[in-house]
């Protein structure tokens, strides 16, 4: 069953303030039960990125330390790597989005989704920002900031 | 800053490689110059190896290497200067594109202190010339983030081999022939001394990272990855990349500069060329059995529509249009 998602527009850009987020990578995390942990873009993140031309990731079944490269996208041609927001063994890749990355950019919080982990027997996400308030406060602030620094658009 | 004169046409990729491993390990901000002693061809990280045309290559003796940074396929010889910043990426905008500009700015002035009426142009490009988003490209670039440091790579092209560049690309003849015509528009040899340019762009890089330049050399830590990298980029699992075993796409692209491609699509038996400058089709070529007569005019109204209003005019053009239509739906022009 695909995850549900209520988005609510923060500081001009869509949130989903249910899930999880990784400050440092943009990343969202959506936990589906059983350990099982969704994973992908942030609309800031899509914002700073750039038009992707690319997204690759490794294999399945990789076990992954916390900020160990699960992937990598290109924007610009600058190519960097996407970092495990949470300890885990990655189980699943989206293979639409390998097929056409701008699905990340068009629907980044439903069908652009990355991967998923399973962190049954790994060690708890831990600097994840997560909880509504939470969420609505960094992600308000993170695009504050970079407006400040002209780095997305008033 | 580590000045690696003439180096093997691997090394021309491992050495950077090392520097960005050794700066994401702690060394400082390093800049770094070299030109490959013989061509090859260069791939971008995430590019299917099938886009280049690899027998020809071998027969030609042209090594071909996959780089970690992203773009297209290249040719790269010793008339081309290659350049290197590598930096922290804690030290840069989060905003892929605003760090790209702030580390090739230093670059521009550069050129522009060799005497290069350069500059960026809105799509990120060093061009030269009269036409704002359209100006002549001066330099091959493309950027990477490796472990924590990002590098930015460019070149200085003194003279530039349009035909080889085409000819290393799988693409079929006529295909092959518009990358060349465009190439010989939108890429082109500065006039600037290198030797003068490689001074300004010390100088340039310093200021704008506000450090003192001073000759360097590679740690034992960065010569320990080099020696891994040169067996690393030689074997087939490396050029064959994290793309490997995806087929072509029915439709595809070759960037000749931000703006300015070839397309190329195939459906069935019916086939699309076509080179598009600022979203516009500038020459067609199509074919397909059914249009045995009607090709040439039909290719011909393609010509001045944007690459969508002729997918719209395909999708009208029968079954083979139809087909053509669907396999240029997926397309994007996007900068790499």
């Not at chain 2, 011909?300 to 669907?326: M, N, P, T, V």
């Amino acid at each position: 069953m695909e995850p549900t998602t209520e988005l609510a527009e923060v500081a001009g850009f869509p949130v989903d303030l249910a899930r999880a987020y990784d400050p440092q990578t943009h990343l969202w995390v959506l936990d589906q039960g059983g350990g099982r942990l969704r994973v992908g873009l942030d609309a800031l993140g899509v914002e700073t990125s750039g038009t992707l031309a690319a997204v690759a990731f490794i294999g399945g079944g990789t076990e992954l330390a916390r900020g160990e490269p699960f992937g990598s996208l290109e924007a610009a041609k600058f190519v960097g790597p996407f970092l495990a927001p949470v300890a885990g063994r990655l189980t699943a890749v989206n293979d639409a989005v390998l097929a056409d990355p701008s699905l990340v950019e068009r629907d980044p919080y439903g069908a652009g989704w990355l991967v998923e982990f399973d962190t049954t027997g790994f060690e708890a996400p831990g600097t994840l920002v997560a909880g509504r308030d939470a969420v609505n406060a960094w992600f308000a602030a993170t695009v504050e900031d970079y407006r400040i620094k002209g780095l997305v658009a008033e | 800053m580590c000045d690696f004169g003439r180096v093997s046409a691997r090394r021309s990729q491992t050495l950077w490689h090392a520097l960005a491993h050794g700066v994401s390990a702690g060394a400082p901000p390093t800049l770094s110059f070299m030109r490959p002693a013989r061509p090859y061809v260069g791939l971008g990280y995430h590019r299917p190896a099938a886009e280049v045309d690899l027998a020809w290559c071998r027969e030609a003796g042209l090594p071909v290497y996959r780089r970690k940074a992203g773009g297209g396929v290249v040719y790269l010889d010793d008339a081309q200067l290659f350049f290197q910043i590598t930096v922290p990426a804690t030290s840069l905008p989060a905003a892929r594109g605003a760090a790209l500009r702030h580390l090739l700015a230093p670059a521009v002035a550069a050129w522009r202190a060799a005497g290069v009426d350069a500059r960026l142009d809105p799509a990120g490009e060093v061009v030269v010339g009269e036409i704002p988003a359209l100006g002549i490209k001066v330099c091959g670039h493309a950027a990477a983030q490796i472990g924590g440091a990002v590098v930015v790579v460019g070149n200085l092209i003194e003279r530039f081999d349009h035909d080889a560049a085409a000819r290393v690309l799988a693409l079929p003849p006529d295909a092959r022939a518009e990358a060349a015509r465009l190439m010989r528009r939108f890429v082109a040899a500065t006039p600037a001394d290198a030797a003068t340019f490689q001074s300004a762009a010390v100088a340039a890089y310093g200021e704008a990272l506000g450090l003192e330049v001073v000759p360097g050399h590679m740690s034992s830590d960065e010569r320990r990855h080099l020696a891994h990298l040169d067996v690393h980029f030689g074997t087939a699992r490396w050029l064959a990349g994290p793309v490997a075993g995806r087929p072509l796409p029915a439709a595809r692209t070759v960037k000749i500069r931000a703006g300015v491609f070839v397309v190329t699509a195939e459906a069935a038996a019916a086939r699309l060329m076509a080179g598009v400058v600022g979203d516009k089709v500038e020459r067609a070529v199509l074919s397909a059995p059914e249009w045995n007569g009607t090709a040439g005019p039909l290719a011909a109204g393609l010509e001045g529509l944007s690459l969508s209003e002729a997918r719209s005019r395909l999708a009208g053009a029968g079954a083979a249009g139809a087909g053509l239509a669907d396999a240029l739906a997926g397309l994007r022009l996007t900068a790499a």
